[in-house]
């Protein structure tokens, strides 16, 4: 059934769904030409972009064009991200989520997307650091060998646990229904609000509230 108006809720304006999947299309990128470099059994994926010299020249533009990018994300989201006493109990009764139940008072995000929101932030900014002190021709030559080679290790980690970080996340978000098309086409229903995010609904409904006294007025 195609819902109301009235039933639609803005989750995502179009300029933070826009960020998002360009913040993807540029992790696609670095991610599969990264694991293309650095195991020798998926060289293959060096060819992503042709032929394996232009991934390597472009994998730290694109790299640096996801940290840029991320860094609007992590503004637009960073109040939503604090975790709270709430986000414990949430925590507590994981394996209700499991089930897709209720579980607790679940403001805008919960502890699993708080949890992905400060992890993918903190890999970023080791890539993007880690990154730069090896990054050929340009600054690479400012950096002792003994300092590129934490670097190395520092960028290979801090790219798994992004990458292993982002699967789950993509993964939960096609797991609950409705979260990809509020990130596609910006809107969820009440139902939807209601029963994975109970407290970010009653702010919500307060705020429409609010609205309504004003136009009153
Ligand atoms: C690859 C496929 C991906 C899919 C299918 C996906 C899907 C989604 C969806 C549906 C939401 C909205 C969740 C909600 O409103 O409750 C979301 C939010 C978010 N996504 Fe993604 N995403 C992907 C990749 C990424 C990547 C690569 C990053 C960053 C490097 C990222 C960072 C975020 C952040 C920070 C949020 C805001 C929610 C929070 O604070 O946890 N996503 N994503």
Same mark, same amino acid.
């Given at each position: ?19 998002? @999947?360009? *913040?993807? /299309? $540029?992790? !696609?990128?670095? =991610? %599969? #030409? &990264?694991?293309?470099?650095?195991? +020798? ?76 929101? @400060?992890? *993918?932030? /903190? $890999?970023? !900014?080791?890539? =993007? %650091? #880690? &990154?730069?002190?090896?990054?050929? +021709? ?80």
């Amino acid at each position: 059934m195609i819902p109301q108006d009235n039933e639609k809720i803005i989750r995502h304006k179009p300029i933070e769904r826009i960020n998002h @999947w360009l *913040v993807v /299309i $540029c992790f !696609l990128f670095t =991610a %599969i #030409s &990264g694991l293309g470099f650095f195991f +020798p059994s998926l060289n293959w994926f060096m060819n992503i972009l042709g032929t394996p010299q232009l991934s390597r020249i472009l994998h730290p533009f694109v790299g640096t064009a996801m940290f840029l990018l991320f860094i609007f994300m992590f503004f637009r989201y960073f109040s939503h991200n604090f975790i709270n006493k709430d986000d414990i109990n949430w925590a507590k009764n994981i394996d209700k989520v499991l089930k897709n139940e209720e579980a607790g008072d679940v403001g805008q995000y919960n502890l699993g997307q708080k949890g992905v929101y @400060w992890v *993918v932030s /903190i $890999c970023l !900014l080791l890539l =993007a %650091i #880690s &990154g730069v002190m090896i990054w050929r +021709p340009y600054f690479a030559e400012y950096f002792p060998i003994p300092i590129i080679r934490i670097a190395l290790l520092v960028h290979s980690l801090a790219a798994i646990g992004l990458i292993i970080t982002i699967i789950v996340h993509a993964y939960a978000a096609i797991w609950v229904k409705g979260s990809v098309r509020a990130m596609v086409e910006g809107w969820v229903t009440r139902g939807w609000a209601k029963k994975h995010h109970p407290l970010w609904y009653r702010e919500i409904l307060e705020k429409e509230r609010k609205q309504q006294e004003e136009e009153k007025k």
